[in-house]
């Protein structure tokens, strides 16, 4: 299926996009090891959370969901049955690395795998790490998934890791659960969605500048979880509302965690004229309301602990970084090669398309300002953040783009093309 977009005059409206996709998995995570009912409102439904829910149905947790409210019958911690067949994650790195921590501490065999793109994901990362907490896991030359679990009980370890990387973190904090004493070192801050929830929840978990450390945990508490709005799917929205002339646009009840804002510091760095209101918090997470007016950008320098802050963000920015006075370097993210496709060459090879200056290093992008853009057809690369980030770049271009295969925005945004047309609309 394609999308055409057409050049935009003005974006105006108020709304809510979808619940946060990275807090969605992690709640349902932890209500399946919960003892008993939980409640979580406000659940993401898009395809990779979907997957999440999938496999622990397979696991035996009855997951019901509803359009609002999603409810877990959770088995306890060690309540998980074997599975009848091959977990499948679908398009879901989350959802394999998060879930792997939980297969390696369990007393019976299990499977998991993916689809195409995920099964080139990098998954050396959590097999090196698990090994060294003794779990028996194996993998396509120790590097991809299908991943083999056979039943291990597992022992405490501290982990240094390389990569700043909440799924690799959140993966080795649950396989804590089952091991005990479990550190987790971070070069840099990463997403912190487990520690909070984990916290909330009961679990003992205390967090020491970037040294997080879990105990054994063999009740976790069955809580009412809200979901807030995801900001990772928000910030589409924020960068169209700032480089769309005219346009005012009120986000509701967006996650504010500050290891997730860097978008709105990146923009606001950039000259966006964007403000937060109405500020509080959900099961301890900061929430708040957005409201973005269009503005100037000029181009910046962004690297170092802000990427992990952005690093969902990237190809979005860089779409903003077209329309700015002056060149935006992004550089030490390396790490956008790894995901749902390589961000970098997706990026760079549609806005050259387009007719921008943009140039890839090996980590990093180099962004021309002040380029029109020119409607063509792009390509998706099956990948929904590239997707949505060139629906956006089309709202500034000259005539009409055509964005091919965007079912792919069903794994994290379902609604993205009606949220952007009421807004197109007013
Ligand atoms: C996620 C963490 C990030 C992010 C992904 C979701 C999570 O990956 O890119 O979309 O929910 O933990 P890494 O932290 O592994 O880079």
Redesign the pocket.
């Known amino acids: 299926m394609n999308v055409q977009i057409k050049k935009a005059h003005r974006l105006s409206g108020t709304l809510q996009v979808p619940g946060d996709k ?1 807090i969605s ?1 992690r709640a349902l995570i932890c209500a399946a090891l919960a003892k008993g009912r939980s409640h979580i409102l406000g659940l993401a439904h898009c395809e990779d959370v979907n997957s999440t829910i999938r496999c622990l149905q397979d696991l035996g947790a009855i997951v019901i969901s509803g359009k609002t409210d999603t409810t877990v019958e959770g088995k306890g911690v060690l309540g998980f049955k074997k599975p009848a067949k091959i977990l499948d994650a679908g398009n879901s ?2 959802t394999i690395r998060l879930l792997s921590g939980v297969l390696a501490g369990q007393p019976f065999e299990s499977q998991i795998t993916g689809d195409d793109s995920l099964r080139q994901r990098p998954m050396a990362r959590i097999i090196e790490p698990l090994r060294s907490m003794g779990a028996q896991i194996s993998g396509v030359d120790d590097q991809f998934a299908p991943l083999l679990f056979k039943p291990s009980t597992l022992k405490p370890a501290l982990h240094r890791l390389k990569i700043a ?4 973190k ?1 993966c080795l904090l649950l396989a804590g659960l089952y091991a005990g004493a479990t550190t987790v070192i971070e070069p840099a801050p ?2 912190n969605h487990t520690e909070i929830m984990l916290d909330y929840l009961g679990v003992p978990i205390t967090v020491n500048g970037n040294m997080i450390s879990v105990r054994k945990c063999d009740r976790i508490q069955s809580e009412i979880i809200r979901i807030p709005a995801d900001i990772s799917a928000a910030a589409f929205f924020m960068v169209a509302a700032t480089i769309v002339p005219d346009s005012e646009l009120m986000l509701k009840n967006v996650g504010l965690n500050p290891t997730r804002t860097g978008i709105i510091d990146v923009l606001k760095s950039m000259g966006a004229q964007i403000r937060l209101q109405n500020l509080r918090k959900w099961n301890n997470e900061n929430i708040g309301d957005v409201l973005i007016r269009s503005s100037r950008l000029k181009g910046i320098k962004i690297s170092g602990e802000t990427i ?1 802050r952005i ?2 963000e990237i190809p979005v920015l860089a779409v903003a970084a077209t329309q700015a006075e002056g060149e935006t370097i992004i550089s030490d993210a390396r ?1 956008l090669r790894f ?1 749902e496709t390589d961000r970098i060459s997706a990026t760079v090879e549609n806005l050259t398309k387009m007719g921008c200056a943009i140039e890839a290093r090996s980590d990093a992008m180099i962004i021309q300002g002040n380029q029109s853009l020119n409607g063509c057809s792009l390509m998706s690369f099956g990948d929904h953040r590239i997707a949505m980030s060139f629906a956006v770049a089309g709202l500034v271009a000259d005539g009409t783009t055509t964005i091919w295969n965007v079912e792919c925005c069903h794994i994290s945004f379902p609604e993205f093309f009606e949220q952007l047309r009421s807004l197109v609309d007013g």
Do not use: F, L
């Open positions: 990275s998995h790195g989350t990387s909440a799924q690799v959140s990463s997403r992990p690093i969902d790490e995901k």
